[in-house]
């Protein structure tokens, strides 16, 4: 890849990247706005509202975080953005990752 095409995508990576993330801010916003939080809130004992809410927001954010994760994933296969994961050296036993991590070493 050339070092033109690779800085416009790295920028466009950085565009989408953006994007997404203005995506999880508008899906927060959304259950805001449709009572999610208050109706967790209104779930726990009134002493207790501060976790109640904060059990809300992560049951509200889970399916965001993974909606963003899959766009993230869809965005570099489509810029061809190569790199390591951190989770894939964690989740899977993969000889040829562990292969091409010891030859970038030498």
């Known amino acids: 890849m050339t070092e033109e095409k690779s800085n416009k995508n790295t920028k466009l ?34 002493k207790y509202a501060g976790a109640g809410m904060m059990v809300g927001v992560m049951v509200l954010m889970t399916p965001g975080f993974f909606i963003w994760s899959r766009y993230n994933r869809w965005i570099e296969k489509l810029l061809e953005i190569t790199g390591q994961y951190y989770e894939d050296e964690y989740y899977k036993n993969d000889e040829a990752l562990k292969q091409q991590r010891k030859n970038k070493k030498k």
């Open 13 to 46: 990576h950085h565009l989408a990247a953006g994007i997404g993330f203005a995506g999880l801010i508008l899906w927060y916003y959304a259950g805001y706005k449709l009572g999610f939080l208050d109706w967790a809130i209104q779930q726990v004992p009134p």
